[in-house]
Every structure is written in structure tokens, then in C-alpha cells.
């Protein structure tokens, strides 16, 4: 026990004594866990607003003039049977009626005599079905019922949506590796180079039979704690900006920024695996 | 205790480190190692707190033996070794008092008995005045008890003291000798490598072992 906090005490020290590099090392860490941070929120945000436009996707079913009431009861049935399906709405020839007055402003019937439109179901996908793959098979089995004679959605919304929705997947996911792996490399050659300017006393305690897990534990310490001041840092830099935002620039940027504690632990948490790794990796060198 | 059984480490040159050595040195000997700049005497050091191995041939220190000692036994094998350096090897931002503990927390003692320990050893080696003072604050003398301090502290089965004269003022370096022998007189075994010859004749019984070019010319 005597060791353990002998060894805590030595971490502390060592992040005192390390001045430069250690501050470099807290600074490489803040800023990156900013960036991160800022970048999370913003694509957190992005993917958010695409989900919320998927959401408002729907599939139109046109049904024959001809279908009768058996048919259309039939055939919802099938549709609440789908897996995929969310929510259906059945539109009558009346309804549809009804609605092209609301949209157009004429009665159908006074413009053409007699109600062309047909009876239809709105159908809404369950939120993860909402992809084109799912749409297109869907479509293909509910098109072969002899009631159905036309079905129509926005093929081209969803492949747009798609896209972006892939490309802002790759932007984070390519962000994010790309900064952990240079902060990492950066602080574990920050600490390498403090380890450097310490390699005599570590061959010092080598030689008086220390082992090598009780060299390596303050420097761990001394990172996970480098790792933990700039993480700390960088969720109080957050927690600055979003407070920035919602509170005094709303009436220039209409966004309002949302950082809820869960945010803060994980910051904190990837500051300490930053720190730790970073350490791990630069003393390896020098046992 | 400590015994050399044909042993040859030339880390891969025919001019360097020490050639079919072989050597017994007993419980409670002083062994001085004699011999110009390269003739082996650091080698022979390095083989016994096992920094470097034989290429043949056997190191045997108490249980630990150079040919089947594994990676984490070592640090075990230097917990029961002193070491004393030319260049005293302390922690410079450490004061008296944390360099002798040092060696207490690496083997694991008690907070209780390290303090009690510590401060005995210090006052038995006449640093009490200085027991909060910076390596760079004492003179090669005190450095070199210091040094002494953190070997002795840990009760080691022998100490090994490299050049431990070599940046010393005469009256500093018969301290430090006439200090080494005062502890081999409670019989511990005490190896010292110099190339200080009237150093040694402060030593009356102990063995004079000359090395040169890696092999021992006389044992005396």
C-alpha cells in the first residue's frame, strides 16, 4: 500500500518537475480534445437534422379505380403485417378529393366532371427501414398485389440523403481517427522527450532492483493526469463556447448548442486514454 | 558467495570485457579489482549485478546464477546488491533523505521502516545536518555517502563500488574507503574497482585482484 501511493505521489511530482513538456503535453490534449469536441457536437447535430428530414419521408400506394372494400381491407392487413412498416393511412377517393381541394382550391369534380384519383394508402417506414435498399424492396413485393397499380416516393431524396448522410459519416470517422492517432503520437513523444531528460534516474532505479512496473507507474500517472487536465480543460472551453452561443450570438447564429454530461465523461474519459496510451507508448523505450 | 566460473563477456570484440575469469569471492572479503582504464574491472561488476551476461562460462551470486536467472528475477538480485557509482548516481531533485528511502520503496518496506531506517542511516554516516539538502547542495564526499547510505540501507549481501574515489579529493576518498572498510569489518563482502593503488594499501587484509586486457594477471 506504502508503494501504491508512493508511487501516485511520484506521478504528481513528476507532472510538476516536467514544466515544459508537461504543459505542452496538457496543451496538445486540450486542443485536440476541443477540436474533437467541437466536431462531435457539430456532426452529432448534422446527422440529427438528416434523421429528422428522413423522418418525413413517406411511400405513396395508388390503388386500381377498380379495388373494392374486400381488397383494400385485405391489403391493409398485409401492410400492418410488414415489419417494416410503421404507420399506414388509408385515402379514400373522397379524401383524395377532399385534399386536392385543400391543395388547388377547386372542387375536382366541378373541374373534370368525375373523381380521377384513385384510392390510396400513405405509408411511413420505421425510422431505421427509411434507406433506399429497404424502400426498393419493399416496394417490389407490395407491387406485386393486383390492387396496387402505382407506387410512388422520392427515390432521389433518399439517395441524396444517403450520400451525405455517408460522407458526413466519413468526415467524422476519418476526423476523428486522424486526430486521435497525431495527438497520441504527439504526446507520446511530448512525454518521451521528458522521459529522455529523466532516462539517468530511471537507469538509476533500475539498477537499485526496481522493476519495471515501478518505473513506468508515475510516468502512467503523470500521463493519465496530463491527459485529464487537458480533457478538463477542453469540456470547460466547450462548455464556454455552447454557453457563448445560446446565451449572447442567438440573434446572429440561429443554432442552439446542446452538451449534456454524458459529452463531459466521455471528454474526460478519451483525455485519460490519450494520456495513458501516450505514456505507455513513450516509456516502452526507455525499460 | 559470489563465484566466476570461467567466465568470458567481450561484448563482440576480441579487445573489450573480460576473458576466462574465474573467482571466488567469500561472505565477509574485501576485493579490491585493480587495473588500468579497459582492463575488465566495470565488466566484472556489470556480470555480478547481471547488467551484461557471460558469452560462456558462469556468474553464481547466492541462488542467482547468470545462465538461469530470468528477466524479473533480476531486479530481485540487485535489491540484494549495493551499487556505488563514480558518478554517485543520485536523484537530483531529491534530497538526502529521499534517496536513502528510494531504495527502501523499491523493496517493498513499510512507511514506519523506512523513516526509522533512513534517519539512522543517515546520522550513522554523519549526514543529519544535511538530510534535506539537494545533491547539488553537498560535496563529492557527502554525495559519495550518501551513495553509501542508499547501498547500505537495504542490508545487501555486498557492495559493489565503481571507482568510487574517481572524483574525489584525497581526504574525501580515504573517507569513503576507510567507510567501506568499516562495513566490511561487520562482515558484509565489499568489491571496489579502482585504479587508485594507495587506496589500497588502506585495506591491510584485503585481496588485491589485477586485471589487464580482460584477464587476471595476480590475485594477491
Known sequence: MIVFWFLIREGFRGLVRSKFAGAFTILI??????????????SRDMVNAVNSLRAQFDINIFLEQTANQQ????????????????????ISKSDAAEKFKDEFGKDILTVLDHNPLPP??????KPVYRNLASVESITSDLSKFSIVDEIKYKKNFLIILEKYQRAILYIITGTFLLFGFI??????????????SRRNIISTMKLLGATNNFVRAPFVIEGILQGFIGASLASLVLYGLSYLLNNHLQSIIQYTVEIDLPLFIAIIVFGILMGLTGSIRAIRKFL | MINFHKVSCTFGSPDAGVKNISLNIGDDDFLFLVGPNGSGKSTLLRLIYMDCFPDSGIVKIKNFRSNKIRQKDIPKLRRNIGMIFQDFRLLPDRDVYQNVAISLYISHYKAGQIKKAVHE????????????????QLSGGEKQMVAIARALIKDPIVILADEPTGD???????EIIDELYKINQNNRAVIVATHDYDLVKRVPDAQIVSLKDGEITSII
Open chain 2, 121 to 136: 542511516k543517515i546520522n550513522q554516516l554523519n549526514l543529519g545536518h544535511r538530510v534535506h539538502y539537494k545533491p547539488e
Open chain 2, 168 to 174: 574525489l579529493d584525497p581526504r574525501s576518498s580515504i
Open chain 1, 71 to 90: 381488397d383494400i381491407k385485405e391489403f391493409a392487413s398485409h401492410l400492418k403485417s410488414v415489419e417494416e412498416v410503421g404507420q399506414y393511412k388509408f
Open chain 1, 183 to 196: 495527438s497520441i503520437v504527439l504526446i507520446s513523444n511530448t512525454i518521451k522527450m521528458a522521459i529522455f
Open chain 1, 120 to 125: 390510396s394508402f400513405n405509408v411511413q417506414l
Open chain 1, 29 to 42: 490534449v486540450w486542443i485536440t480534445l476541443t477540436i474533437l469536441g467541437i466536431g462531435y457536437i457539430v
